[in-house]
């Protein structure tokens, strides 16, 4: 089993919809939580970082940790076609500065 | 500028040529990374660097050399390139003591084809 799992998509959507993007992990001392938006033939960048458990929304994004259910999910609001990207979390220990990462998500919105 | 910057960003080899790839940062941060992307797996990390001198295998180390002779520099040499090294590389730096939130800043990648 890996230690974290994330559906490959693609997830395609019309303009507009809201996006429910999520990762399942199986290390119950993962804290530190991240996602990455990551363009066709580009470097991923870094889009939500989310300490333990709880919500944090930034302008249409909002990352969702809950650890009892070793689940996170990243909402993206109001999703335009400039939202097409693909999706990964990232996922670390506090002893580690390593980060796991999902094999990503797909995602397409249409105009 | 600026930034994280790797090269090349398009590489062909030939099987059981020796090929390195560069990766330069202009932060001075502490920590740098060596992912491989490939459909299905995601990002897997190969090698990292804490610091100036200090490297460590992660999880896909076979094959590959690190060396980091200076902090903004973290050189990635394929000893003798193989087809299973096909693949898109990616370098990528941080620093927990100044950004802790702020995560990984990853380069644009280097595409390598190993015929």
């Known amino acids: 089993q890996k230690e974290v799992e994330q559906d490959p998509g693609p997830l395609s959507v019309p303009e507009g919809a809201i996006v429910s993007l999520n990762c399942t992990y199986s290390n119950s001392a993962f804290q530190y939580f991240m996602w990455y938006r990551q363009y066709s033939r580009k470097g991923p960048e870094l889009l939500m970082y989310t300490y333990s458990s709880g919500n944090k929304e930034d302008g249409r994004f909002t990352a969702q940790v809950d650890k009892s259910s070793k689940y996170i999910s990243l909402f993206i609001r109001d999703s335009q076609p400039s939202d097409s990207a693909t999706y990964l979390c990232a996922l670390r220990t506090s002893g580690t500065y390593k980060y796991i990462f999902g094999t990503g998500t797909r995602l397409k919105v249409l105009a | 500028d600026a930034g994280i910057t790797q090269s090349p960003r398009y590489k062909i080899t030939e099987t059981g040529r020796q090929v390195t790839l560069m990766c330069h940062q202009t932060?001075?941060?502490?920590?740098m990374f060596w992912y491989r992307q490939d459909l299905g797996h995601g990002l897997r990390l190969i090698y990292y660097s804490a610091a100036a001198d200090i490297t460590d295998k992660g999880e896909v180390p076979d094959g590959y050399v690190v060396s980091r002779s200076k902090t903004e520099n973290f050189p990635l040499t394929l000893e003798s390139a193989t087809r299973s090294q096909t693949s898109v590389y990616f370098c990528?730096?941080?620093?927990?003591?100044?950004?802790?939130?702020?995560?990984?800043?990853f380069g644009s990648g280097t595409r390598l084809t190993v015929v």
């Open positions: 932060w001075s941060h502490s920590y």
């Open positions: 990528a730096s941080s620093d927990p003591d100044i950004h802790r939130d702020y995560g990984y800043t």
